[in-house]
């Protein structure tokens, strides 16, 4: 949520800058033809301009006679809707009656007054001047020429209030320069003096005002040969001014075909371009210092006429825009990923207004993402539709731990798992919500909300609850069922044996025998089956000591030895060493037994081999070896698989082994097997030895 946050508040606030530069550049270009007409209403259709980009009700260029110590008004540009001051041209106006902005506008900053109260108590002359101008705001910003403060630009709102922003001030400070030239030929008129010095003055500022504006300027006469330009186009272009006097525009092979016929009838034209300096220099039009570069060239050439309608010069500006180009591509990059990651997730992100009350979806499902078959999914309208689409159950808890604490700022973000009901059906919604907009107070105004419907992560979940809850009462009930038939069983037996020692013949000890035997193998059963029930619930209990391998082979030798084929003989090497392992010694012995009973299912004839030794990694491997039959690579790998029988005709369910898999990792161990079909299996485990023997191994 956090990179796509950024993301979507980044992409808004590039778009919005975009469109400020280039629109205020068409304005620049604009003012600078106007004024460089020198026609009579260039200045009223100079502040125009200014008044339409800003959108205010009225726009004043005020001169300061700094020898009379006097302001007056040059000219000024009304909205339709607003009547005009003629009896201010007239009148000047000490400036210690405008003390306060006169300060400020000679220490280079701008004066922003959003509302009358605003102005300091003590400006009074200050506050019944635009009361009386019935003015609700205003914003003013000094006007410089050679470093000195000629006068200032007024924009003023009196219809509508109006809140001014840094960037307001930032874009009137760069057009005001260019009224320097209006407030010099308005000291002229009012002198009544035209004379060639006051022309070549008006001409110095326009070359000051040329040569130090940050954007690059270029001036082609009415054939389209380039005959001046200012120092921010050579470095734009990487060329020379020895090396741009001169060329034509015509000739230009990064301009379209098109462009240039518009160039031609005299229109205007506003232009993007990729200016590939390579192709400049292949084509012969100049070699540049970028000759290997591409630039994003953004550009306004307005053809200047006299008043006949006859071509003059063409006024062209332009301003490198590469940086804003690949920041935008990056944008839409990411923009893609970010909308393919909610594509994929069956997401969608809106912004909720808390002053509207309304919300905004700004990315949203594809067409074919449904919570529901058939019910498509959807962002809330409003802050009620919203709540009204949440579950009963869920509503006061989104209200008091989600919503409650974002809008009072106790709280930037949170998320919370939630249900809705869209349609008839129950949605299961994860929402991570977070504060974008606030106003000046620090509360929060917008709100931004990343939802991701989880509805189908959700039945999975509860159907996997549903699927461990049935297969913990099916052990559960294994475990029980286990004990329940081991009681009767005993009791059986024991009355078996006890009938046979009332009337004891050897045919009668034949069937005790019988019993007994078939008796041993179905505790043993009942064992498995309790020992695997606790298994998978997780209870079977384990006493890790140390313990002597040793003793727990000779237990298990004596105690099934009797137990084998009489033409198989049990093998064990009394001499080995007593070694200590952790481990818990029943379950070793289990295992064991397990090894045993596998292996004289298999062996006929032959031997049954018991050994251990010591490893590498002091670990204690103990390992049963038989001459039976052996088992194929297929089976090998399939033996320690709960209920796998080799032969569907041997006693046993298949459990033993792996049960016995189990209890070794239990024990921290590993169990395995190794066979030759027709020669003999080799069952082996490992134990983790005892601190003493790995100090001291015998």
């Given at each position: 949520?956090?990179?796509?946050?950024?993301?979507?508040d980044?992409?808004?606030?590039?778009?919005?800058?975009?469109?400020?530069?280039?629109?205020?550049?068409?304005?620049?270009?604009?003012?600078?033809?106007?004024?460089?007409s020198?026609?009579?209403?260039?200045?009223?259709?100079?502040?125009?301009?200014?008044?339409n980009?800003?959108?205010?009700?009225?726009?004043?260029?005020?001169?300061?006679?700094?020898?009379?110590?006097?302001?007056?008004?040059?000219?000024?540009?009304?909205?339709?809707?607003?009547?005009?001051?003629?009896?201010?041209?007239?009148?000047?106006?000490?400036?210690?009656?405008?003390?306060?902005?006169?300060?400020?506008?000679?220490?280079?900053?701008?004066?922003?007054?959003?509302?009358?109260?605003?102005?300091?108590?003590?400006?009074?002359?200050?506050?019944?001047?635009?009361?009386?101008?019935?003015?609700?705001?205003?914003?003013?910003?000094?006007?410089?020429?050679?470093?000195?403060?000629?006068?200032?630009?007024?924009?003023?709102?009196?219809?509508?209030?109006?809140?001014?922003?840094?960037?307001?001030?930032?874009?009137?400070?760069?057009?005001?320069?260019?009224?320097?030239?209006?407030?010099?030929?308005?000291?002229?008129?009012?002198?009544?003096?035209?004379?060639?010095?006051?022309?070549?003055?008006?001409?110095?500022?326009?070359?000051?005002?040329?040569?130090?504006?940050?954007?690059?300027?270029?001036?082609?006469?009415?054939?389209?040969c380039?005959?001046?330009?200012?120092?921010?186009?050579?470095?734009?272009?990487?060329?020379?001014?020895?090396?741009?006097?001169?060329?034509?525009?015509?000739?230009?092979?990064?301009?379209?075909?098109?462009?240039?016929?518009?160039?031609?009838?005299?229109?205007?034209?506003?232009?993007?371009?990729?200016?590939?300096?390579?192709?400049?220099?292949?084509?012969?039009?100049?070699?540049?210092?970028?000759?290997?570069?591409?630039?994003?060239?953004?550009?306004?050439?307005?053809?200047?006429?006299?008043?006949?309608?006859?071509?003059?010069?063409?006024?062209?500006?332009?301003?490198?825009?590469?940086?804003?180009?690949?920041?935008?591509?990056?944008?839409?990059?990411?923009?893609?990923?970010?909308k393919a990651?909610?594509?994929?997730?069956?997401?969608f992100?809106?912004?909720?207004?808390?002053?509207?009350?309304?919300?905004?979806?700004?990315?949203?499902?594809?067409?074919?993402t449904?919570?529901?078959?058939?019910?498509e999914?959807?962002?809330?309208?409003?802050?009620?539709?919203?709540?009204?689409?949440?579950?009963?159950?869920?509503?006061?808890?989104?209200?008091?731990?989600?919503?409650?604490?974002?809008?009072?700022?106790?709280?930037?973000?949170?998320s919370?798992?939630y249900?809705?009901?869209?349609?008839g059906?129950?949605?299961?919604?994860?929402?991570?919500?977070?504060?974008?907009?606030?106003?000046?107070?620090?509360?929060?105004?917008?709100?931004?909300?990343?939802?991701?419907?989880?509805?189908?992560?959700?039945?999975?979940?509860?159907?996997?609850?549903?699927?461990?809850?049935?297969?913990?009462?099916?052990?559960?009930?294994?475990?029980?069922?286990?004990?329940?038939?081991?009681?009767?069983?005993?009791?059986?037996?024991?009355?078996s044996?006890?009938l046979?020692?009332?009337?004891?013949?050897p045919?009668?000890?034949?069937?005790?025998?019988?019993?007994?035997?078939?008796?041993?193998?179905?505790?043993?059963?009942?064992?498995?089956?309790?020992?695997?029930?606790?298994i998978?619930?997780?209870?079977?209990?384990?006493?890790?000591?140390?313990?002597?391998?040793?003793?727990?082979?000779?237990?298990?030798?004596?105690?099934?030895?009797?137990?084998?084929?009489?033409?198989?003989?049990?093998?064990?090497?009394?001499?080995l060493?007593?070694?200590?392992?952790?481990?818990?010694r029943?379950?070793?012995?289990?295992?064991?037994?397990?090894?045993?009973?596998?292996?004289?299912?298999?062996?006929?004839?032959?031997?049954?081999?018991?050994?251990?030794?010591?490893?590498?990694?002091?670990?204690?491997?103990?390992?049963?070896?038989?001459?039976?039959?052996?088992?194929?690579?297929?089976?090998?790998?399939?033996?320690?698989?709960?209920?796998?029988?080799?032969?569907?005709?041997?006693?046993?369910?298949?459990?033993?082994?792996?049960?016995?898999?189990?209890?070794?990792?239990?024990?921290?161990?590993?169990?395995g097997?190794?066979?030759?079909?027709?020669?003999?299996?080799?069952?082996?485990f490992?134990?983790?030895?005892?601190?003493?023997?790995?100090?001291?191994?015998?």
């Amino acid at each position: 949520m956090k990179q796509s946050d950024s993301q979507a508040d980044t992409m808004l606030g590039s778009t919005l800058l975009i469109q400020n530069i280039v629109s205020l550049r068409e304005t620049v270009v604009r003012i600078l033809s106007l004024i460089h007409s020198k026609n009579a209403d260039s200045l009223d259709e100079a502040l125009a301009l200014v008044r339409n980009f800003f959108s205010v009700d009225r726009v004043s260029l005020v001169g300061f006679d700094r020898q009379a110590n006097e302001l007056y008004y040059v000219n000024q540009s009304n909205a339709d809707r607003v009547d005009p001051l003629p009896f201010m041209y007239d009148k000047r106006r000490p400036v210690d009656d405008h003390a306060w902005i006169m300060e400020l506008l000679q220490q280079g900053k701008a004066v922003m007054v959003n509302d009358l109260a605003d102005i300091p108590p003590a400006e009074v002359s200050e506050r019944q001047f635009m009361e009386y101008l019935k003015t609700l705001a205003y914003l003013i910003v000094p006007v410089e020429a050679n470093r000195q403060m000629e006068g200032f630009l007024v924009m003023e709102n009196l219809l509508t209030p109006r809140i001014w922003t840094s960037l307001d001030a930032e874009n009137l400070r760069i057009l005001a320069p260019m009224f320097a030239i209006g407030i010099d030929r308005e000291k002229a008129r009012r002198a009544a003096v035209h004379s060639s010095h006051q022309l070549l003055k008006g001409e110095s500022l326009f070359r000051y005002v040329f040569d130090n504006l940050a954007w690059a300027v270029e001036l082609y006469d009415e054939n389209g040969c380039l005959f001046d330009m200012n120092p921010a186009d050579l470095e734009l272009f990487g060329y020379t001014r020895e090396q741009a006097i001169g060329l034509s525009l015509y000739d230009n092979p990064n301009i379209t075909h098109e462009q240039m016929e518009q160039l031609r009838r005299g229109e205007d034209l506003g232009f993007a371009m990729m200016y590939n300096f390579k192709l400049a220099k292949e084509k012969g039009y100049f070699s540049s210092v970028h000759e290997d570069a591409f630039k994003l060239i953004r550009g306004f050439s307005h053809p200047v006429k006299d008043a006949y309608n006859k071509l003059l010069f063409y006024f062209t500006i332009l301003f490198d825009d590469t940086e804003n180009y690949l920041r935008d591509e990056e944008l839409k990059r990411n923009l893609a990923k970010l909308k393919a990651a909610i594509d994929t997730g069956d997401s969608f992100i809106w912004e909720f207004d808390e002053q509207e009350e309304t919300s905004d979806e700004l990315l949203d499902y594809t067409a074919s993402t449904t919570s529901k078959e058939g019910d498509e999914a959807y962002a809330p309208r409003t802050l009620n539709e919203l709540f009204d689409s949440i579950h009963p159950d869920d509503r006061d808890a989104i209200r008091k731990n989600v919503y409650t604490p974002l809008m009072n700022g106790d709280r930037d973000h949170c998320s919370a798992t939630y249900r809705r009901l869209l349609d008839g059906h129950t949605c299961w919604y994860m929402s991570n919500v977070r504060v974008s907009v606030r106003d000046k107070k620090g509360k929060p105004v917008k709100v931004l909300c990343y939802s991701t419907d989880i509805t189908r992560e959700k039945e999975q979940e509860m159907e996997l609850l549903r699927a461990q809850e049935a297969d913990r009462l099916k052990t559960a009930f294994m475990g029980n069922i286990s004990h329940e038939v081991r009681t009767p069983l005993n009791s059986i037996v024991g009355f078996s044996n006890f009938l046979v020692d009332l009337n004891s013949t050897p045919e009668t000890e034949t069937f005790r025998k019988i019993i007994n035997k078939n008796n041993s193998l179905l505790l043993q059963l009942v064992d498995d089956i309790l020992d695997f029930s606790k298994i998978e619930l997780g209870t079977l209990d384990y006493c890790i000591t140390s313990v002597s391998v040793h003793e727990i082979a000779k237990e298990v030798v004596s105690l099934y030895e009797p137990l084998l084929p009489a033409a198989v003989s049990f093998v064990f090497d009394n001499s080995l060493p007593a070694y200590q392992v952790y481990a818990d010694r029943k379950r070793v012995r289990q295992v064991l037994a397990q090894f045993v009973s596998n292996a004289s299912k298999h062996t006929r004839q032959g031997t049954i081999t018991l050994s251990y030794a010591l490893t590498a990694n002091n670990q204690c491997l103990m390992k049963l070896e038989d001459t039976g039959v052996g088992l194929t690579e297929a089976n090998r790998q399939k033996v320690f698989d709960s209920f796998y029988k080799e032969n569907a005709f041997n006693q046993g369910i298949g459990l033993g082994l792996p049960i016995a898999k189990a209890m070794v990792e239990a024990m921290g161990g590993e169990i395995g097997v190794d066979s030759v079909p027709g020669k003999g299996s080799v069952f082996w485990f490992t134990l983790p030895l005892s601190e003493e023997s790995c100090k001291h191994p015998l």
